[in-house]
């Protein structure tokens, strides 16, 4: 899917490009009433004020977070009145908000607790490196509100590496309150590609597709290179009969036992797999740690 240029804009071109993206295949009814509505759906993906009462961040009383309807409650994100509307701007925002929070709920973890500031590649990187700003800033937020109440001071230096990436795109760093995420587009290439002395803290790899026919020959020498490190890394999966490729791919190559679960904080947009016309997919339904 195609998403805005990482700059701190208006959110609008992001639903237009996301439209567009989607055009080819199966039409998913929330991009449908998108299109139909435009104006409450863009109204529905600006999110609300920064300044979050500190009560909710510091002082545990803030309820656990545990899917896309507790984020937006804890936000208090403004959302239509309308039932339908409702759960279509959900479904709008949640498309949006997964990749932030899904590698927030990574860091709170499997990441929390190491020394700052924590290095993280983000390999095969696409629509991660064109991510508005204002969203990054929802990664912090998060991040910085741990389950248990303890909040901490998010450090974090993203590299955007993939053959995808626009290579000069300006390095962006995004704060708020003491928190910090700093994007560098890194590298415009295969991450096994680059010195062998270039290491992180963590790696991303969202819906790589590593155990797909026509996509795993291509990952073998990336995943060759950054598994077996004893480092934490985050697989996102599109499908259930994704996620058990990508698990039966990294048992037979690397004696890796790896346990997908359901991600609840999931886009819901649904889309046609390019590869099976009978196979719909959501971006990072299944997330699995490797640590």
Known sequence: LLVARPVLRSSTP?????????????????????????????QSLQPPGW??????????????????????KFREWVLPTDKDERENAISLISHVLSTPLTIASFYNRALHG?????????????AEATLPNEYWKEFLIFSSSLPTNETTNVDLITDFV???????????????????????????????????????????????GIGHDKLKPGWKPTLDRILGTGRPGLLTAHSEKDADRDAALLKESYDLDVHYEENPFA?????????????????????AIIK
């Open 14 to 42: 992001h639903l237009r490009r996301t439209l567009a993206g989607c055009r080819r295949y199966y039409r998913d009814p929330t991009l449908q009433w998108a299109e139909t509505n435009p104006e409450t759906a863009q």
């Open 51 to 72: 300044n979050i009462p500190s009560a909710d961040v510091t002082t545990g009383n803030q309820s656990p977070i545990y899917s896309i309807e507790d984020y937006l």
């Open 114 to 126: 190491l020394d700052a500031p924590i290095r993280l590649s983000c390999v095969g990187a696409r």
């Open 162 to 208: 993939g053959p995808d990436i626009n290579s000069g795109t300006p390095d962006t760093e995004i704060s708020w309150n003491a928190s910090t995420i700093k994007l560098h587009w890194h590298y415009k290439g295969f991450l096994h590609n680059l010195d062998e002395t270039e290491t992180w803290d963590a790696c991303v790899l969202m819906n790589p």
């Open 267 to 287: 886009s819901r947009v649904q889309y046609e797999d390019p590869f099976d016309q009978n196979h719909f997919v959501r971006p990072n339904h299944f997330m």
